[in-house]
C-alpha cells in the first residue's frame, strides 16, 4: 500500500474513533440510559469512599453496576428497630445527618437534622431537631436529644428520633467535627453573610481556633472550613435575622449546609469526582450503593437546586424552664402540634391531614 493509501487509512480509523466517542458522549449525558449508567457509577465511588457501618446496614450491595431502573419503594426500608409507629411515605426519603464532637474521649451529636427527599414533589427540605429537646429515649429516662447518642450510639438515636417525631428514618450520614472543616477548604469555601456583631464576635473569641483566620467582616465573606466551623458552632450572639441563641445556630448550620450543596453543584463533573474521591472518606454512613445512586439520580435529573428549611420545635409550640425534672433548660415540646407542623412541612398535608395520620399512629 502507498504511503498516501496508508494516510487515507489512518484518517478513516481516526474519524470512526472520533464519531464513536462523540456518539458515546451524547448515549451517556443526552439520554436517561446513559446518563443512568453515569449515576451509578458515580455511586460505586461514593460507596467505595466513605466510611461504612457494618451494623445498620439495611441493603445488600451489588458487586458489579447495574444500570437497570430500580423500583424506588425498595430503597424505603426503615432503619430503625420497628418497635415504634411512625409515618412512612413511598414518595418520601429521611435521611438523618449528625455531626458529632468529641470532648474527653465523649462522643456527642452536636448538630442533627432530617435531610428529607420528596421524589413525587421534586424538593429536597432539611430540618434542625434542636439538641436540647426534651425526648423519651427508649431504655433510659427522659434527657436531652443529644444525650441519646452518647448513651447507645446510632441505633439508639435513630430510635429515639422515630419514637418521639413519628417519621421513617431511611439512613444516615455522620461527620466528626473535626473532619468538617477539611470537607469546606476542599469546596474552596463557603460564602456566608455575617452581621456586624457576628464577626465581631468570630473575631474576638476562640470560635475560629486558629488565630490567624479571626479576620471577618461584615457583609458577605468566603469562608474557610476553621472559619465555617466556628461560625456554625456560635449560639451567645443573634445570626443574620437577629435569631438568638439555640435556633440561630442550628439556623447557620443549616445556612451552611445549603451553600455546600449549591457550591458543589456548581462545578462541573470532573471538579466534583475530585472533591468526592477526596472528601467522601470524612462521612460515615449505612447507604447502601443503590440508595446513592437513586438519589443522585432524583437531585440531577429534576435539577434540585434549592433546599428548603425547617427547624423543630416550632415557635409557640414549646417551653424552656430553667429546670424540668431535674433537667436544666431542656425545650419541653407540646408534642401534638409539632409533629403536625413536620408532617405538613415534609408530607404537605392540610392541618386536617397531619392530625389525622398522628391519631393513625397513636391508636
Not at 458515546?24 to 461504612?52: D, E
Not at 420528596?118 to 423519651?136: A, G, H
Amino acid at each position: 500500500m502507498s504511503r498516501k493509501g496508508k494516510k487515507k487509512k489512518i484518517l478513516k480509523i481516526l474519524v470512526v474513533i472520533i464519531l464513536c466517542l462523540v456518539l458515546a458522549a451524547l448515549f451517556l449525558f443526552k439520554t436517561q440510559t446513559g446518563r443512568r449508567i453515569l449515576y451509578r457509577l458515580a455511586a460505586h465511588v461514593i460507596h467505595t469512599q466513605v466510611q461504612k457501618t457494618k451494623d445498620m446496614d439495611q441493603n445488600k450491595d451489588t458487586k458489579a453496576v447495574n444500570t437497570k431502573p430500580q423500583p424506588k419503594d425498595a430503597k424505603l426500608a426503615d432503619i430503625g428497630s420497628g418497635q415504634y409507629p411512625v409515618r412512612k411515605d413511598k414518595h418520601v426519603l429521611n435521611f438523618l445527618l449528625i455531626g458529632i464532637e468529641e470532648i474527653g474521649g465523649a462522643r456527642n451529636t452536636d448538630s442533627m437534622m432530617i435531610a428529607s427527599l420528596n421524589t413525587e414533589k421534586k424538593t429536597i427540605k432539611l430540618t434542625s431537631l434542636m439538641r436540647d429537646s426534651y425526648v423519651d429515649i427508649p431504655g433510659y429516662r427522659r434527657n436531652k436529644l443529644n444525650s441519646s447518642y452518647g448513651r447507645g450510639g446510632i441505633k439508639l438515636l435513630v430510635d429515639t428520633i422515630e419514637k418521639n417525631y413519628k417519621i421513617s428514618l431511611n439512613g444516615y450520614a455522620s461527620v466528626n467535627f473535626d473532619d468538617f472543616d477539611k470537607m469546606i477548604d476542599l469546596l474552596g469555601g463557603v460564602k456566608i453573610k455575617l452581621t456586624r456583631v457576628e464577626a465581631n464576635y468570630l473575631n474576638t473569641t476562640n470560635y475560629i481556633s486558629n488565630p490567624r483566620y479571626r479576620h471577618v467582616v461584615e457583609g458577605v465573606n468566603l469562608l474557610n472550613g476553621n472559619q465555617a466551623l466556628g461560625y456554625c458552632r456560635v449560639r451567645h450572639v443573634p445570626t443574620l435575622g437577629n435569631v438568638p441563641d439555640d435556633y440561630g445556630r442550628t439556623l447557620r448550620q443549616r445556612r451552611v449546609l445549603n451553600k455546600i450543596f449549591e457550591k458543589f453543584k456548581s462545578y462541573n463533573a470532573l471538579k466534583q469526582i475530585k472533591i468526592a474521591d477526596q472528601g467522601l472518606n470524612y462521612i460515615t454512613t449505612d447507604l447502601s450503593e443503590d440508595t446513592i445512586a437513586l438519589l443522585i439520580e432524583e437531585v440531577m435529573e429534576n435539577k434540585i437546586s434549592k433546599i428548603h428549611q425547617y427547624r423543630l420545635p416550632v415557635e409557640g409550640a414549646f417551653t424552656s424552664p430553667k429546670i424540668y425534672e431535674g433537667i436544666t433548660y431542656p425545650l419541653v415540646y407540646d408534642w401534638n402540634k409539632n409533629i403536625e407542623k413536620l408532617f405538613m412541612f415534609l408530607y404537605g398535608d392540610t392541618q386536617a391531614e397531619a392530625q389525622q395520620h398522628l391519631v393513625e399512629l397513636q391508636q
